[in-house]
Nanobody, 123 residues
Framework: VQLQASGGGLVQAGGSLRLSCVYS????????IAWFRQAPGKEREGIAAVSGWDGSTYYRDSVKGRFTISADGAKNTVFLTMNNLKPEDTALYYC?????????????????YGQGTLVTVSS
């Protein structure tokens, strides 16, 4: 199982970025994939997840309305489109899988975090 995040960079507040997570070694249809982030000095937190069953999504309140998670099964890729970025969104962003997804999203069960991609938002 591998998940590799990319697409981070430096952006001004109010700007946008799209992150990509390329996955391999498992079938997305029986999993969920989520994006996590870890800011300096803070714990890692889950921010967005998508179900391989039916495409349903789940978001942390702090990113609702600004971030969108989507999946392209043909490319084995999950995207995170981030709009109206704020300095507090600065963090290392990771993707991970829930291999036992049963229809409910729980941040604590995700695993197999790949290398992250750094997002820096300047004010």
């Amino acid at each position: 199982v591998q998940l590799q995040a990319s697409g981070g960079g430096l952006v001004q507040a109010g700007g946008s970025l799209r992150l990509s997570c390329v996955y391999s070694g498992f079938s997305f249809e029986s999993n969920a994939i989520a994006w996590f982030r870890q800011a300096p000095g803070k714990e890692r937190e889950g921010i967005a997840a998508v179900s391989g069953w039916d495409g349903s999504t789940y978001y942390r309140d702090s990113v609702k309305g600004r971030f969108t998670i989507s999946a392209d099964g043909a490319k084995n890729t999950v995207f995170l489109t981030m709009n109206n970025l704020k300095p507090e969104d600065t963090a290392l962003y990771y993707c991970a899988q829930d291999p036992y997804f049963n229809g409910s999203f729980y941040w604590g069960v995700f695993r197999s975090y790949g290398q992250g991609t750094l997002v820096t938002v300047s004010s």
